[in-house]
């Protein structure tokens, strides 16, 4: 999903560009006013968690391989605006330093998959939350929405590419939301686990919910939408 350079026309990687600045500059706003002592570390801990975790990646078919996006298992621990600048940092190193992916298309690759994939995604988590209010209905939101993420980046990717004229339309949208839409069950799997983790020892860094540490949850399991800050729960 990372797009190397020339793959995308001028037309193209320069909207993204600004559509990323943009997003990114309302992200850093939004978590600067959210700020706690706790997520600066929190954020240096995922973002060295999601570089490394990427590094890492297993077969899918035909000679194809998968790694984690991390969007969705970001944005739970840390909250959306703070989980897509954690993406956008582990995609802006891994653009300048090993050469994933092009620097004329880094704002397409931190669109879809900083943007789109955290972002995105954690709305998407929201909604399930409504309809699962329950530490189980965490874990289960966490999984399906972290799928969710992994799809919908992969689509759009296809969908610039098909607008830059590099693969038509026909095929590249179902080649590439196909492979990922398996891909994207690795990625469900992995943060269903950390996050159903995270749940049993520190149920208090989940973003938006009313858990203390060592406590159950209180009489309101879900928190505010995009952009609340993360609440501290009581005993």
Known sequence: MHIPDGFLSTGTWVPAWLLSAGGLGYSLKKTAQA???RMIPLMGVMSAFIFAAQMVNFPVMGGTSGHLLGGVLAAV???PFAGAIVL???LIVQCLIFQDGGLTALGANIFNMAII???GGYLFYKVLILLMPSRKGIIVAAAVASWF???AAATICALELAISGTSPIAVVVPAMAGVHAIIGLGEAVITGLV????LKVRPDLIYGQAF???AGASSSPCGGMLGGA????KS
């Open 77 to 79: 621990l840390l909250g």
């Open 117 to 119: 994939g955290a972002m």
């Open 212 to 214: 203390s540490h060592g």
């Open 35 to 37: 700020m706690k002592d």
């Open 195 to 198: 996050v159903g983790f995270v």
């Open 230 to 233: 993360p609440e501290e729960g």
């Open 149 to 151: 993420s992994v799809f």
């Open 88 to 90: 956008s940092c582990v």
